[in-house]
C-alpha cells in the first residue's frame, strides 16, 4: 500500500496531543484537534480543544516556529466531528493513558476509517498488544505506537513501536517520514512496558532517588554531581523530574512495576514513600510551582529558588556545594573525559556518580536484548530522548578503555562487580568495545550475531567528522577548514571555540572564495557544532581597545566588512547553513551568503548591543536592504517611504532582537522568504549540499548569476532626529539607560544613513563606513568596554 500524509488528526488536546498538532503544524500539516464534550459545554462544545490550542499558542518554550501556523488546526470535539476522520491520512491518539478509555475510542474510530489511514497511539508505556485487543485485521495492520517526547517541538526522540500485525511497509513509511518531515530521531522499540528511554530512565531516576535517600545527598548536591559534569543537562535529576512532572514520573513507575513483573529489578520501581507524599500536597514540579525546588519572591520582588529537604520535606535556601572533582571536570571539554574525571575520583561526588553509573549500566546492558533490536537503539533513545552526552554502551565503551576505573563503578554497587553477559560477550567474542570505526563510519556490535554492522545513518547524511578523516581537508588554519564535499562543492567549516569570527575565519573566508572558485562550482557555510557561531571573538576586541590599538582593530573590521561583501558578490554561489545560535557576526555571515538552508531550530540575530557596540560587518547595512531601503524599492514605492526601512531596521537591531526559530527569522528578515529550511539537524548538510549544486547548475545554464550591489536611498538627518526623540522617551521613563541610549544614537546615526539627503542614493560602502566609524566610537568608551567585560567573566548582560 501507498502512503501519504497530507492532512492528520489529533485525539486529546492535553499538553502532549495540543504540541503534536502544533508540531505538524509547523511542517505545514494541517489537523484537526479534537477533545471531549464537557458536561459543562452549553454551546461551546469545543471547549476543551479550543482551551487547549489556546494554551499551546501561548505555550513557553514556544511550540510553534511561528504563531501563525495556529491557522492550520481546527478545534473540534470526538462527538460532533468523528465523521471527519474519515477525511484524514493519519490519526493520532493522544488521550489519558487509560485502556478504558482509549479501547472504545478506537472502536468508534474505527467506523468511520477510510481504507488505508494510519492510526497510531502516543501512549507512553501501553504495550501496542492491549491497545488493538479486539480490533480488526485492517486496523492492525495500519495501527502502531509514536511516542512522542516532549516538549514535542525540541525533543528528537520519537519512539515507534509496531503490533504484532503492523504492515512492514507502514514502519517504513513512517519511519521515513518522522526523519525527513517531522525531524525526528527515530527508534525503533519492542512492544514492551515504557518502552527503550523510559524503561531505562526511570530505572536511573528510581535507583538514584533510592541511593540519594539512604545515604542522605541533598537535592542540590544530586544536580551538582549528576548534572553536566557526569554527561547530562545542566537540569541534572531533580530539575529534570520538575520539569517532567512528579506525576508522570510515578505514572510511568507504577506501570512498570505493574506491568513488567519479571524484571530482575522489579523492585527498584516502587516509587519511594517521600515521592507519593509530594503527590498528595499537589507538589509536582514546574506544572504546579513547586517540586524538588520552589521559586520564591522576596520583599523586593526578585525571585530566590529554594530546594526541598528531603528527610524534612520543607523547602530550605540552596545550598552552595562544591567539590573537588566536579571542580575539575568542568574544565574539561570532552564529555566523557569528564565523567572519567568524577567516576575516577575518591570525594563524595565521585561515590555517587560510580553508584548510579554503575547501576543504570548494568541495567542497561541486562535489558537491551528484551526491549531493544540494537544498542545504538538504546544509545539514540537515551541521548535523544533525555539530551544526555552519550548513551548507555557509548559509556560502556569508555569504561572497558579504562579498566581501572570500570573496576571501581562496578564495585560501588556493592554486589560482586560481575560484568553482565553482554558486556562479557562483547569482550569475548566483539573487539573489547561496542563500537569500533571512526566518525562517520562507525560499526556496532549486534548482539544477535555477534558481528559489527554499519551504525545506520539518514538516507544522504553527510558528516565533515567523515570528511576530515578521508582527508578532504583542502585547507585548516586552525581557526577554520575548507573541506571537499564532492560533486564540485566544498564546506567551509569553523572550528574555533563557539565558533567565534577571528582572523582566522576572516581569512579561511576569503580563501575560500578567492581560491576555491578555482577548483569548485559551490561553497557551503557549515559545522557540526550545536551553534553556528556567537558572533565576533569579543575578547580579541576588548584587548585591542583597551591597549588603544585602533589602526589594527579598524584594519580587522574592514577585514570582516570585505569578506562579508566577498561572499554576497562571489562569483561562484555561497550556501549558508546554520542550526543553533548565529548571532552578532554569525548572523552577518549567513545574511551575505547567496542563499541559506536553514535548520528549523535557528537562532539568528544582531546581538551587539547587548555589548554596547552595533553591527558592525554588514548587518546594519545587509538589514536595510532586506527591509527596502534599496532604491529599486524606493521608486516602485513598496515601503512607504525611506524612513519606514530605517525605523524597523533600528527597533529590530537595538532590542537585540533574536529569532525564535527560522521561520521567525523569515519574517526578521534575517533569512529570506526564497531560503529553505531542514527540521532535522542532521539532514542540513546534505540538503544544504544539495541547493549548492542546484545554484551551480543554474550558473553553468545561465540561470544564475552574482548579486549586483544596489543603491540604497536613506531618510538622513531629520530622520535620525525621530529616532533619538524616541530614545529620550524611553530614557526618561526609565526603560533604557544612559549608555543604552547613547549605543542608540550611534545606531540611529548609521541606519539613517548619516549626514546623507534624502533625495540622494548612498552605496554599500558608505554604509559599512558608518558602521565601522560607529563601532570604533563605542569600543573606545569605558561602559561598552565593561560591558564586554562582564559577558566574558560572567556570561551575562549588564546593564550599565
Excluded at 93 to 103: H, N, S, T, Y
Aim: aromatic fraction near 6%; charged fraction near 25%.
Amino acid at each position: 500500500m501507498s502512503y501519504q500524509i497530507r492532512k492528520a488528526a489529533v485525539l486529546g488536546a492535553g499538553v502532549m496531543g495540543a504540541a503534536i498538532a502544533a508540531h505538524l503544524a509547523n511542517v505545514g500539516i494541517p489537523s484537526l484537534l479534537l477533545d471531549i464534550v464537557p458536561p459543562d459545554a452549553g454551546a461551546d462544545r469545543d471547549k476543551v480543544a479550543r482551551i487547549g490550542l489556546e494554551k499551546i499558542v501561548n505555550a513557553r518554550p514556544a511550540a510553534f516556529y511561528s504563531k501563525k501556523a495556529a491557522r492550520l488546526i481546527t478545534a473540534g470535539n470526538v462527538e460532533d466531528d468523528l465523521a471527519e476522520l474519515g477525511q484524514v491520512d493519519w490519526i493520532i491518539e493522544a488521550v489519558v493513558e487509560r485502556l478504558d478509555i482509549k479501547r472504545p475510542l478506537y472502536e468508534k474510530m474505527e467506523r468511520v476509517l477510510s481504507p488505508g489511514t494510519i492510526i497510531t497511539s502516543n501512549t507512553s508505556g501501553l504495550p501496542a498488544h492491549m491497545l488493538i485487543e479486539g480490533r480488526s485485521e485492517a486496523f492492525r495492520r495500519n495501527f502502531l505506537i509514536t511516542h512522542f517526547f516532549n516538549p514535542v517541538r525540541y525533543m528528537r526522540l520519537l519512539e515507534l513501536v509496531p503490533c504484532v500485525d503492523t504492515a512492514p511497509e507502514l514502519m517504513q513509511f513512517v519511519q521515513q517520514f518522522s526523519t525527513e518531515v517531522l525531524g525526528k530521531g527515530v527508534v525503533l522499540c519492542k512492544d514492551t512496558p515504557n518502552f527503550i528511554a523510559n524503561r531505562i530512565g526511570i530505572y536511573g531516576f528510581l535507583s538514584t532517588l533510592h541511593r540519594v535517600l539512604n545515604e542522605g545527598y541533598s537535592v542540590s548536591e544530586v544536580d551538582t554531581i549528576l548534572g553536566p559534569s557526569m554527561g547530562r543537562p545542566r537540569s541534572a535529576v531533580f530539575r529534570t523530574a520538575d520539569l517532567s512532572g512528579l506525576d508522570t514520573t510515578v505514572h510511568v513507575a507504577d506501570n512498570l512495576y505493574e506491568n513488567a513483573p519479571g524484571d530482575a529489578e522489579r523492585e527498584t520501581f516502587r516509587v519511594p514513600e517521600v515521592i507519593r507524599e509530594m503527590i498528595r500536597r499537589g507538589w509536582l514540579g514546574e506544572k504546579s510551582g513547586q517540586g524538588f525546588y520552589k521559586r520564591v519572591k522576596n520583599a523586593d520582588g526578585e525571585s530566590t529558588i529554594l530546594e526541598l529537604n528531603l528527610k524534612t520535606l520543607e523547602y530550605e535556601p540552596q545550598q552552595k556545594v562544591r567539590f573537588p572533582s566536579i571542580g575539575a571536570a568542568r574544565s574539561i571539554d570532552d564529555p566523557l573525559q569528564r565523567m572519567l574525571t568524577v567516576l575516577a575520583a575518591d570525594d563524595r561526588a565521585g561515590q555517587l556518580a560510580r553508584e548510579t553509573t554503575a547501576d543504570s549500566l548494568v541495567y542497561a546492558a541486562k535489558i537491551t536484548p528484551e526491549i531493544a533490536g540494537s544498542i545504538v537503539d538504546v544509545d539514540e533513545a537515551m541521548r535523544w530522548g533525555f539530551n544526555f552526552d552519550a548513551g548507555s554502551f557509548e559509556v560502556w565503551d569508555t569504561l572497558l578503555q579504562h579498566p581501572d576505573v570500570l573496576q571501581k563503578v562496578l564495585q560501588a554497587r556493592g554486589d560482586s562487580g560481575a560484568l553482565p553477559e553482554l558486556v562479557t560477550r562483547v569482550k569475548s567474542a566483539g573487539q573489547s568495545t561496542f563500537y569500533t570505526g571512526i566518525p562517520g563510519k562507525r560499526a556496532y556490535f549486534d548482539f544477535h550475531t555477534n558481528v559489527y554492522k554499519p551504525v545506520p545513518e539518514p538516507e544522504g547524511a553527510i558528516s565533515l567528522a567523515a570528511a576530515r578523516a578521508a582527508n578532504k581537508v583542502i585547507r585548516d588554519n586552525g581557526s577554520g577548514a575548507l573541506i571537499d564535499l564532492g560533486d564540485g562543492v566544498a564546506c567551509v567549516e569553523f572550528h574555533t571555540k563557539m565558533n567565534t569570527i577571528d582572523e582566522g575565519i576572516i581569512e579561511i573566508l576569503h580563501y575560500a572564495v578567492e581560491e576555491g572558485q578555482k577548483q569548485f562550482r559551490a561553497i557551503v557555510i557549515n559545522n557540526d557544532a550545536a551553534n553556528f557561531s556567537a558572533g565576533a571573538n569579543v575578547m580579541l576586541v576588548l584587548m585591542a581597545a583597551r591597549s588603544g590599538e585602533w589602526k589594527l582593530l579598524e584594519t580587522s573590521l574592514n577585514g570582516l566588512q570585505q569578506a562579508h561583501q566577498l561572499l554576497k558578490y562571489s562569483p561562484i554561489p555561497v550556501v549558508a547553513a546554520p542550526s543553533g545560535q548565529a548571532l552578532g557576526g554569525g548572523c552577518e555571515i549567513v545574511m551575505h551568503a547567496n542563499h541559506v538552508r536553514a535548520h528549523a531550530e535557528s537562532y539568528i540575530g544582531l546581538v551587539e548591543v547587548g555589548l554596547g557596540l552595533i553591527p558592525a560587518g554588514g548587518g546594519c547595512k545587509e538589514l536595510l536592504v532586506r527591509l527596502g531601503a534599496t532604491l529599486e524599492n524606493q521608486l516602485a514605492r513598496k515601503t512607504g517611504g525611506p524612513f519606514t526601512p530605517s525605523r524597523r531596521a533600528f527597533e529590530t537591531i537595538a532590542f537585540a532582537t533574536v529569532s525564535t526559530s527560522a521561520v521567525e527569522a523569515q519574517d526578521l528578515r534575517f533569512l529570506r522568504k526564497s531560503d529553505a529550511i531542514t527540521v532535522n539537524r542532521d539532514l542540513l548538510l546534505r540538503d544544504a549540499k544539495a541547493d549548492a549544486v542546484r545554484l551551480a547548475e543554474a550558473r553553468e545554464a545561465g540561470k544564475w548569476q552574482p548579486a549586483q550591489p544596489p543603491l540604497l536611498l536613506l531618510p538622513g538627518p531629520g530622520a535620525r532626529l525621530v529616532l533619538e526623540q524616541q530614545l529620550e522617551n524611553l530614557l526618561l521613563t526609565g526603560k533604557i539607560s544612559e549608555h543604552d541610549a547613547v549605543v542608540g544614537r550611534y545606531l540611529a546615526r548609521v541606519v539613517t544613513g548619516g549626514e546623507c539627503s534624502p533625495i540622494t542614493p548612498v552605496t554599500e560602502q558608505q554604509v559599512l563606513d558608518l558602521e565601522r566609524e560607529a563601532f570604533l566610537s563605542l569600543c573606545g568608551m569605558e561602559k561598552s568596554q565593561d560591558r564586554i567585560q562582564a559577558l566574558l567573566t560572567t556570561g551575562k548582560p549588564l546593564r550599565n
